[in-house]
């Protein structure tokens, strides 16, 4: 069974639409933050946001609603609410006496290694995401940037950790909302590079073992099931936890998070409140490769009483059936996107809302 990874662009891609819909679990009926949503075209339109909704337009349909650990759900006429069935039931926790954690878990990574090295698919079709929002909080403000662009990976056989990228139909968005609205993207642009580089995510399609190294009497076992296992630790101002989720003995979804407890009262400061590392692979009864990933960052930055949150992503989600033309070379992300311009779009009070 293929599962979905949220790809989180912070905000939908649209700001002038006229309806809206709210997206629930349908088992307990809470809102669901981060569903991707995509048009007949398998193009991405949006997201939810915190309380589940999303802002679309008659032109959209059908829409085609994706979301980790739910099945796929499409619609074809207006509706007020879309309800996503849980991916089956949560498995029950298994109580072992003993378990050896590191040996079952070295064996579950040199299995899934084996599996990625038989794959034959060399080409996943996808799409390249990227955004970067800054948020003043004081005078509710906020500064957007999003690159787009269709994506195809070629794995070289021939060589360990080692891609192509073959993007095209790039696109770059930027705007800002508030009393003091920007119009110079070259400001804010660097900030991309505070989080890790794409190429990061790739490192992490088994090729190479060790990429994979977890030191559990660091990050001690918090919690197995019959499908995943939960390590972490909590120092009080720094949690960081390892999700592993496996299926048919190979690796489903590998994510790293970690939250810091920033210090608010300080006159100047920078902190990484939460960053994330998240990998999920398509898994069927022929191919086994890394197919979704994501990489997130959130930081708090304060100067002269003045607060800022800045919420980072980068990430690549694989998109089933569509192809995309590939050119006689490939480029980098970074150099692909240099010379395409940003669309600006004027302020809308509507775009972003800011909840303190």
Not at 39 to 51: A, R
Not at 134 to 141: A, F, R, T
Not at 188 to 215: G, V
Request: charged letters at 20%; one cysteine or more; a neutral charge.
């Amino acid at each position: 069974m293929k599962t979905y990874l949220t790809i989180i662009l912070l905000l939908p891609f649209f700001a002038f639409t006229q309806s809206i819909l709210t997206i629930v679990d349908s088992l307990n009926r809470s809102p669901l933050e981060h569903v991707a949503i995509y048009n007949s075209n398998q193009e991405l339109i949006g997201l939810s946001n915190e309380q589940g909704t999303f802002s679309f337009n008659e032109k959209s349909f059908p829409m085609i609603f994706t979301c980790y650990r739910y099945h796929p759900k499409i619609i074809s006429k207006i509706t007020d609410t879309v309800y996503m069935a849980p991916q089956g039931k949560m498995a029950k926790e298994v109580v072992v006496g003993q378990f050896d954690l590191a040996s079952y878990y070295q064996k579950l990574v040199s299995i899934s290694s084996v599996s990625a090295a038989s794959n034959q698919t060399n080409k996943i079709y996808g799409t390249y995401l990227e955004s970067i929002l800054i948020i003043d909080i004081k005078n509710k403000d906020s500064i957007y940037l999003g690159k787009v662009a269709n994506l195809t990976l070629v794995k070289n056989k021939d060589k360990k950790d080692s891609y192509q990228f073959f993007p095209n139909g790039g696109k770059k968005t930027f705007w800002s909302t508030g009393k003091h609205p920007q119009k110079d993207s070259s400001k804010y642009e660097k900030w991309a590079d505070i989080i890790p580089q794409f190429n990061s995510l790739l490192d992490m399609d088994l090729s190479n073992p060790k990429a994979y190294q977890l030191n559990f009497k660091k990050y001690p076992l918090m919690e197995r099931t019959e499908s995943s296992l939960l390590c972490g630790n909590n120092t009080g101002d720094v949690s960081q936890t390892y999700r592993i989720t496996f299926n048919d003995k190979c690796i489903e979804t590998w994510e790293n998070e970690t939250h810091t407890s920033c210090d608010t009262t300080k006159t100047v400061d920078f902190c990484f409140a939460k960053t994330k590392k998240a990998v999920q692979f398509n898994h069927d009864e022929i191919n086994y490769y890394l197919s979704n990933g994501l990489l997130e960052g959130e930081i708090i930055f304060k100067m002269n009483g003045e607060g800022y949150l800045i919420k980072l992503v980068k990430g690549f989600v694989e998109q089933d059936g569509i192809t995309h033309k590939v050119n006689a070379s490939g480029v980098s992300i970074e150099s692909y996107f240099k010379d395409i311009p940003y669309t600006f779009t004027p302020a809308f009070k509507t775009i972003f809302t800011f909840h303190p």
